[in-house]
């Protein structure tokens, strides 16, 4: 039963049945506390916490106030073998009661938003006696933790950052590695989970397995040339799952060569191809050896013919596919490899499964450039051909009822491309029903285009009644119709606006602020201008917002209810630990 802290304690008010059913142990053993502590809050987190203290086996926090409000409250849970502790410093005495008092603690997740206090050494001592640590960190040299964590002779078994730090830092921080009687294992992510739970098949940017019972196994090409490296997956996440994953990267996985016989393909969940020329022959035969991939990325590759090509085999053979990434590629002609983009959603809507999906704009627009060019038509008008194309793509749209996440990514550098994404793109997704994240992100390759205004915003909130969290970021010479209608925006929990919006007034703070007290608790609004005095005031003195940021530039300013503002750089905390992270 899949309900929140709050709509439990609800139901059990509602009569006697339904108090047996949510006084059920097994509702209780996993408990999400957000904003603890708030005035507001208090009486209801009282009460929930007097009801889920005998059965609660994993408990997750976050809040702004220091961890002495929390401490009483932890230590009188007895049967805690999980701890998530978000948003506070917490200090090694506190740390160590902590312990004390836990006996069944297994599992520790920290988040430190404003460094990391000198005594690491006295913190890794008590890491070392528990199964498994998660570090969310935000600050600079995230390595030493790796340091630390090889001179603890590699305990806790196993330990997680999560910060900033992409692959090529990790990578080139490598050291001597202990000779260990246990197995260990360390990641390195750049999230803590995806919006919404889905980080199910989330790849870290580096990985280490030492000592004995490694799961890491090797397959080699033919020729021996390309080595590919299968481990199984730990995440960030408590609920760790049994799955494998295979990463190739920086070396062309060349035509002819079958990459790993079936009896590791079968094994298989994610195939992520990072950096790497992967030819149409190679690939079709890696995916028919992996019928039980859930997640493929091409991401940032080099392929050798057009994308609806290398659809085709994952269609027929990748009948469980659960998330795919083209969102940015290359192709190895230099020609322009003509792209069919009713082709392409075709067979997009035969993959029944897929759930998160991470595309460019241009696998959608109807737009035919070449034709364009050569007739020397306007931008601004579709012809009757581009208009069936539309339809048609919009046909093969809506049969997608399993899609529960987009990502759209673009870099403009053509007027065509521009208009379609100003008059087109959003009306285009609204037929997208089931979506519950959207998140579209425009960059401007030229600024000597003719710029359209954004809109479809409005259709987007309408139309997609289970969409839960909105981010939009575009350039600011870019500008988009936000509509002030509050019932709009009634299921959003997360909402992100970094482009020019129009308008920033009283009547969209009117609408922000009805909708806060319901489901909308993180915002973000990222402006041309420093949004106006009165509008601010609204949003702190009348909002219930847990999060709530307003951006310029690099900078943020984090408001609380007491209104004291906090300023910094936008990669904090909060997006590591899903408030605006993004799915890829």
Not at 160 to 180: A, D, E, F
Not at 459 to 468: E, G, M
Request: hydrophobic residues 40%; glycine residues 4%.
């Amino acid at each position: 039963m899949f309900l929140s802290l709050r709509d439990k304690m609800s139901l059990r008010l509602v009569n006697r049945r339904l108090y047996m059913i949510c006084s059920d142990p097994y509702l209780w053993r996993n408990v999400v506390i957000d904003d603890a502590y708030h005035n507001t809050n208090a009486p209801f987190i009282k009460s929930a916490l007097r009801t889920c203290r005998p059965h609660v086996q994993s408990l997750s926090l976050r809040g702004q106030l220091p961890f002495s409000a929390y401490q009483r409250m932890i230590l009188s849970f007895d049967n805690i073998h999980t701890l998530n502790l978000y948003g506070f410093q917490i200090s090694v005495n506190a740390l160590e009661k902590i312990y004390s008092a836990l006996h069944h603690l297994q599992f520790l997740s920290l988040a430190f938003p404003y460094g990391f206090p000198f005594s690491r050494e006295k913190y890794f001592a008590i890491f070392a006696k528990l199964k498994k640590v998660v570090l969310v960190y935000n600050y600079f040299k995230p390595v030493r933790f790796f340091k630390l964590w090889l001179l603890n002779n590699c305990l806790p078994q196993t330990f997680i950052v999560v910060s900033t730090y992409g692959k090529q830092y990790w990578s080139r921080n490598i050291h001597h590695l202990p000779n260990v009687t246990h197995s260990a294992y360390f990641a390195a992510y750049r999230k803590f989970r995806r919006p919404l739970d889905f980080d199910f098949y989330d790849v870290p940017e580096y990985s280490l397995e030492i000592g004995p019972n490694r799961s890491e196994s090797v397959a080699v090409t033919a020729n021996g040339e390309l080595m590919v490296t299968m481990r199984d997956m730990i995440t960030p996440m408590n609920n760790d799952v049994n799955q494998r994953y295979a990463v190739f990267e920086d070396k062309a996985v060349t035509p002819g060569l079958s990459v790993y016989n079936s009896q590791y393909g079968v094994n298989i969940t994610v195939l992520r191809f990072s950096s790497v020329i992967v030819s149409l022959e190679s690939f079709r035969m890696i995916v028919k050896e992996t019928p039980n991939v859930l997640e493929v990325s091409l991401r940032g590759s080099i392929i050798s013919d057009c994308l609806n090509a290398y659809m085709v085999p994952l269609s027929v053979h990748c009948l469980k596919l659960r998330g795919l990434d083209v969102s940015l590629f290359a192709t190895s002609s230099r020609d322009s490899i003509n792209f069919d983009v009713e082709r392409f959603w075709n067979l997009l809507s035969k993959m029944k499964y897929l759930e998160y999906l991470s595309i460019s704009c241009f696998s959608l627009s109807p737009l035919n450039s070449n034709s364009r060019q050569h007739d020397g038509r306007s931008a601004g008008v579709l012809t009757d051909r581009e208009l069936a194309v539309k339809e048609s793509v919009i046909g093969h749209i809506k049969r997608m009822t399993r899609l529960k996440g987009l990502h759209i990514f673009e870099t403009i550098r053509t007027e065509e491309l521009d208009y379609f994404i100003s008059q087109h793109l959003l009306s285009m997704i609204s037929n997208l029903e089931s979506l519950l994240y959207l998140e579209i992100n425009i960059s401007y390759a030229t600024a000597t285009l003719k710029l359209y205004n954004i809109e479809g915003l409005e259709s987007i909130l309408r139309k997609c009644q289970k969409l839960s969290i909105l981010i939009i970021r575009c350039s600011l010479v870019k500008a988009i119709e936000l509509p002030v209608d509050p019932a709009l925006y009634g299921n959003l929990t997360h909402l992100y606006m970094d482009c020019q919006c129009k308008p920033i007034n009283l009547a969209f703070g009117d609408a922000l602020c009805i909708n806060s007290k319901k489901k909308l608790k993180h915002l973000l609004l990222r402006h041309h201008a420093r949004l106006a005095e009165d509008f601010l005031d609204k949003m702190i003195k009348e909002s219930d917002f847990i999060t709530l940021y307003e951006a310029k530039r690099d900078i943020f300013n984090r408001y609380d209810r007491n209104r004291s503002k906090n300023w910094g750089k936008l990669s904090v905390v909060d997006c590591h630990v899903a408030e605006f992270s993004t799915l890829h």
